[in-house]
């Protein structure tokens, strides 16, 4: 045996390897959707005629002077569409063509020309009239209104009424900003008619089957004549995962009618204007403790601000609901959730699916309850922690939840946390005006779909005579490393060297019926499937091996590239091209569908999610009194990733998702005009997070020891999860600012404040507290 032989061959699934498209990513080379228009010639670009109100009725729409543009070919209107138009995910709310305007910036029309500038120049041209209507525009005005798009949606246990008796009443409202997804590559579709009477389509979707199958119903074609293809995007998080179909839409309907391929490409400025956020919430609260800290019953009311049309915001609304416990045991709760609608865009999907926003409020209810029982706040969360046994406020048992306790006993430790709790009292105590505040909080976080009919996955893996592989499947990479992950575990399951794999993009005509790329659940569900293919084609090549090798099946093994058995080994090229010969197929469609969920809405119980991952974030903060300007100076993060499939990969989602978490906390902030005009519509007046933003200190480790059963590798999902680590930012600002009122023997102010925290509502929350 060599020295190698006897350490056996390198692991691929659980290797540290870049990302397939890192170089492509920082060089330039990887492509995306748009890359691609120089590939059609005759291209037409097309351009929205927007409604300068948020609210209106749309009474005439004068086409022809557009028409008299130079290079202006046609404009679309709603006379163009042979099926249906209108692209709502949810519900038919989304017309194509509005006769009624709902939200400021709202397409009517579309302007197609052989360049974009001649496209604007005509779109510029189009006379709309319109008769204004009042317009509802916050969430305050909603409810006013009894404005409401869905709800009310209800989670009950035990008895409520148990807050009035209770030592420690906390009762208030928290106001909680939406968040712009800024990926980096804006909404873009391409389509052209093919060569046997099909429309066929590059778009930058986290859906591909849904984009097919808006596009097939705006055409009023049957699904088999739309394909749907997805290269990868420059950044999904959420935003394309209903809102690229719009766009696709449109490109379709312009190809069809002209015969020309179309391109449809939001500038930064149209995307921020016309594609949904993350929805602000409202959320009111009356919650009532034990003397201890304990937290005996919670009375809660949410209301999120949906914008013009349904998209995904029962689903959300659910999210936040479930994840309004976020690590902690509600002995006794009533949770009832409302989506308002506004004259708004319509808010969607964003990391974190409303769990974020449920998770803010809880923290903000203990952080409350802390301060006024002089309990320090990891305290009071460390004794409401979930315990093994326990169930959640939705019926369903939380397995793991010893987790939790482990991660909080290293994190403190690797985090120096009570010592680094001491440095900061002291280093308080002699700086009046810069003062330092530190908190730990933790994360759990539910993993599958909400809806049960979505966690499936489909593959279909294709191996050639050669041992080269192609891997198809449902999954989209938005940059989140599904094919990093995916290929890994391809290579692993066939035994071949990974470059020997190939991701082929996502396309409709290769996996059928899929799912969106959400959830966090990617690889759970497009991994097993791929995983399930290769072990068919594992199981074939076996038996095709063990005649070459002449040894019993059970005796042959695949790694490395070679088929061993009987004391000798053959390529696995070799046995590929036996099977052939011995008319043995080299192809396998796979298949997963997530085990044992359920849930009921009408009662609001069930078992939603497959399993939790936990986690919890130690940050320290500096803020000025002067400004309220802040830094992050340390954060120290240990997640549960269950095996990590792939180390680089899941390090960079949980530094980005702790970025974007504490972008949303305390940076970015949408503003919208007395008009509905989105006030922050742009990179200059919307603050994002940048290398300022990135902790001085970033320590991120995973929870050794955490295999995952039932879940392919023993890995978990990580796309999400991260993101909610950073409500210790939030935290650790409150604590900070607390600590301006610190004075000899005084008990410590109760400290609130809406989110985000910008240096701004900081500022204000220390003028509100501060004597
Ligand atoms: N990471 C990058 N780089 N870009 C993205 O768009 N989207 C996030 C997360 N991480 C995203 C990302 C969101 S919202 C989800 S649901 C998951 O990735 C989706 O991918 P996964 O299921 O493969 O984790
Ligand atoms: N998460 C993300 N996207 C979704 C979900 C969910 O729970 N349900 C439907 N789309
Ligand atoms: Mo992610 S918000 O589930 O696309």
Known sequence: MTARDARGPVPIVGAAVPHESAAGHVTGAALYTDDLLARYPGL?????????????????????????????????????????????????????????????????????????DDAQRGAARVIAEYEELPAILTIDDAIAHDAYLAGPFRITRGDVGAVETCALQCTGELRIGGQEHFYLETQAALA????????????????????????????????HRVTVECLRMG???????????AWAAIAALAAWKTKCPVRVRLTRQLDMALTGKRHPYLARYEAGFAKDGTL?????????????????????????????????HLRAVDVVGY????????????????????????????????????????????????????????????????????????????????????????????????KRGLAITPAKFGISFTATFYNQGSALVLVYRDGSVQVNHGGTEMGQGLFTKVRQIAAGALGVSADRVRLMPTRT??????????????????????????????????????????????????SSGLVSGGGRSVPFADVCEAAYHARVPLFAQGFYRTPGIHFDPATGQGHPFYYFTYGAAVSEVEVDRFTGAHRLRRVDILQDVGDAISPIVDRGQIEGGFIQGAGWLT?????????????????????????????????????????????????????????????????????????????????????????????????????????
């Open 509 to 558: 005509d290769k996996v059928p019926n899929t799912s969106a790329t959400a959830a966090s659940s990617g690889t759970d569900l497009n991994g097993a499937a791929v995983e399930d293919a290769c072990r068919q084609i594992i199981a074939r090549l076996t038996t095709v091996a063990a005649g070459i090798l002449e040894c019993d099946p059970s005796m042959v093994r695949i």
């Open 44 to 116: 037409l670009h097309a351009w929205p005629v927007l409604s300068p109100h948020a609210h209106a009725r749309l009474l005439s729409l004068d086409t022809a002077p557009a028409l008299e543009v130079p290079r202006v070919v046609t404009v679309l209107t709603s006379a163009d569409v042979p099926g249906e138009g209108d692209t709502g995910p949810a519900r038919r709310d989304e017309p194509l063509f509005p006769d009624e305007v709902m939200f400021h910036h709202q397409p009517v029309a579309w302007v197609l020309a052989e360049t974009l």
């Open 339 to 434: 989506v308002c609608r506004t004259h708004k865009t319509s808010q969607t999907a964003l990391r974190g699916f409303g769990g974020p926003q449920g998770m803010v409020v809880i923290e903000e209810i203990l952080a409350q309850a802390a301060a006024r029982l002089g309990l320090p706040a990891d305290t009071i969360r460390e004794r409401n922690f979930y315990r093994p046994g326990d169930t959640s406020h939705y019926g369903q048992p939380v397995e793991g939840a010893e987790r939790l306790a482990t991660i909080w006993t290293m994190l403190k430790e690797t985090s120096d946390f009570d010592r680094r709790r001491a440095e900061v009292t002291a280093f308080n105590a002699g700086s009046p005006h810069l």
């Open 235 to 245: 950044g999904g998080f959420g935003g394309k995962e209903t809102q690229a179909s």
């Open 192 to 223: 052209w008619l093919d060569e046997t009477d099909g429309v066929a389509l590059h778009s930058s979707t986290q859906h591909p089957s849904e984009t097919q199958e808006v596009v097939a119903r705006v055409l009023g074609v049957p699904r």
């Open 667 to 771: 940076v970015e902030d949408l503003l919208w005009d007395g008009e509905g005009r989105l006030a922050t519509g742009s990179a200059s007046t919307y603050k994002l997070p940048s290398w300022s933003e990135v902790p001085e200190r970033f320590e991120v480790a995973f929870l050794p020891r955490a295999t995952q059963p039932g879940v392919v590798s023993g890995s978990k999902a990580v796309g999400e999860p991260p993101l909610m680590l950073a409500i210790s930012v939030r935290e650790a600002l409150r604590d900070a600012v607390a600590a301006f009122g610190d004075r000899n023997g005084a008990a410590r102010p109760v400290v609130t404040f809406d989110s985000p925290a910008t240096p701004e509502r900081v500022f204000f929350a220390i003028q509100a507290h501060v004597r």
């Open 296 to 328: 005996q019953a919670l009375r809660l009311s949410l209301w999120s601000d949906g914008g013009y049309s349904l998209d995904l915001s029962t689903a959300i609304m659910w999210r936040s609901m479930f994840h309004c416990d976020n690590a902690y």
